[in-house]
């Protein structure tokens, strides 16, 4: 098989082929059909030397015809190209376009399904770090279109009466030192871009399609869905959340702790001190029992979220019934100062849930499936770092695939498959396993009550933030943003 040129049509990339294969050899067949509407074809071979293989995507471009080619049983020759292995990706949360968009320059075939019948409004916002961004501006234009604010400082205040006031303040120097900063985003807005971006590529999301069982074979798996549709794929990746079923399908059901914490958030405008004053921070008041967060997704809106001890609460993200949120705006968090009580007065519709931990996991694969993301290592928002996270598994994961397959050999054997999985492992479940634990900690130090208690909180948190102000700050702030700064790669030496 000769490639004589690139050009292209009006659906994707593709080339023109010239076949010069022995009769005796080889058969191609011809059907009528383009590259984004079919993946499959019946052909037929020449007698007693070949067998059936996947259809290789190339396509000739002036009638549109797809080309089919063969293994041969007897002898191969080498010039045949192999069919890009497909990959099911379960999931079209925060991790699962931007996996099939690095897939797809890899070489690979994406395709997504998703339970949800469209891109979801669930949720608040999203803190993107340069951890996380380093990541999306792989892709070429992504970051372009991610509508973000940019946090210029951080401050923590106290609402505690005996000790009131601001405990810290600190320039967020990340920008300057890596060329990305921690950047507020809507998580409704932020998923739609991801996804059209994944469709504006040529992947392929399903929406509607509940991944409820799995079937391995020695080359593929295949994915039974809830509406009764299957696929099937060369291996599967899940990242299909907190509440996966590729995590279930895998290891069963496992039973999840309420940590005593709950999250009750919204979207308000920016409080006016804040305009007044031109500041774009993350701010943070701490009270009894109680903790708020915030920060802008734009240059008008503030997402914030209030973390209290108290009983137990679904683990969803829900909006309250109007005689809640009616409660709770008027209630006693309406009247906390530095912009707090404005933030609460003043949001949408309100959402509530529990924050629960889970078991570790000892390994995030099995077979031909991999777990990424929430769907692997679930974790409190403490640090912030959940998004951020699943884009470093994405990040590895194909670095990984790189390193162990090609994907122009077909389809991956199974060996070859856990080789690149016992990688991710061992790379990640450490890394993920101690963040968790650190968010964890930190929602334990964040919300405390008792006076006594606030007090001695509010003496750590200056303390801890007093060292930025001291002779040796810089390399203090480095050393404090350091899991950032590093992670999945130094800027500029990207292995994909």
Avoid at 7 to 18: D, F, I
Avoid at 78 to 86: D, E, F, G, N
Wanted: net charge neutral; aromatic share 6%; hydrophobic share 40%.
């Amino acid at each position: 098989m000769l490639l004589i040129s690139d050009t292209t049509c009006g659906n994707a990339q593709v080339s023109k082929v010239a076949c010069i294969l022995s009769t005796d050899s080889c058969r191609v067949t011809f059907t009528d059909s383009c590259q984004r509407c079919m993946y499959g074809s019946d052909v037929v071979g020449a007698p007693k030397t070949v067998r059936k293989h996947q259809m290789t995507p190339l396509l000739y471009n002036s009638s549109r015809l797809w080309i089919t080619t063969f293994i041969l049983s007897k002898r191969q020759p080498s010039s045949i190209l192999m069919a890009a292995p497909k990959v099911i990706i379960a999931g079209a949360g925060m991790a699962g376009p931007v996996l099939a968009m690095l897939l797809k320059t890899q070489g690979y075939e994406p395709v997504i399904y998703e339970r949800t019948d469209g891109p979801t409004e669930m949720g608040l916002s999203i803190c993107l770090q340069p951890n996380g961004l380093r990541v999306l501006a792989l892709i070429p234009g992504l970051l372009d279109k991610i509508v973000r604010r940019r946090v210029e400082e951080t401050i923590a205040y106290s609402s505690l009466a005996e000790d009131e006031g601001v405990l810290a303040r600190s320039r967020v120097p990340l920008y300057d030192l890596c060329g990305h900063g921690i950047e507020g985003a809507r998580r409704p807005l932020l998923l739609r871009t991801l996804v059209d971006a994944a469709q504006e590529r040529g992947i392929p999301v399903y929406f509607g399609h509940q991944l409820v069982d799995l079937e391995q074979h020695e080359e593929s798996v295949t994915v039974k869905f809830a509406n009764g549709n299957t696929a099937e794929g060369s291996f599967v990746v899940g990242c299909d959340g907190l509440h996966s079923n590729t995590r279930i399908c895998l290891f069963g059901r496992e039973e999840a702790t309420f940590t005593g914490l709950t999250q009750t958030g919204g979207i308000s405008p920016r409080p006016k001190i804040l305009d007044e004053q031109g500041l774009y921070p993350m701010m943070n008041i701490y009270g009894d029992g109680a903790q708020l967060i915030a920060y802008s997704i734009n240059d008008t809106e503030m997402s914030w979220a209030i973390t209290k001890r108290e009983s137990e609460a679904k683990e969803s993200w829900r909006d309250m019934d109007d005689a809640a949120q009616q409660a709770f705006k008027t209630g006693p968090f309406s009247q906390l100062s530095f912009g707090g009580g404005e933030l609460v007065q003043s949001a949408g519709k309100l959402i509530k849930f529990g924050l629960y931990d889970r078991p570790e996991l000892s390994t995030w694969h099995k077979g031909r499936v991999v777990l990424i993301g929430d769907a692997a290592h679930p974790t409190s928002p403490h640090l912030g770092q959940g998004a951020n996270q699943a884009y470093e598994d994405v990040y590895l994961l194909v670095r990984l695939l790189r390193k162990h397959l090609d994907p122009t050999a077909g389809a991956p054997s199974t060996e070859t498959l856990s080789a690149a999985f016992n990688e991710l492992d061992a790379l990640r479940i450490p890394r993920t396993s101690e963040l968790v634990r650190k968010a964890r900690a930190l929602g334990e130090i964040r919300v405390v009550s008792g006076v006594e208690r606030c007090k001695k909180r509010n003496d750590t948190l200056r303390e801890m933030f007093s060292q930025f102000d001291s002779p040796g700050g810089a390399e203090a702030l480095k050393a404090a943003y350091a899991d950032v700064l590093t992670h999945p790669f130094v800027e500029g030496q990207s292995e994909i």
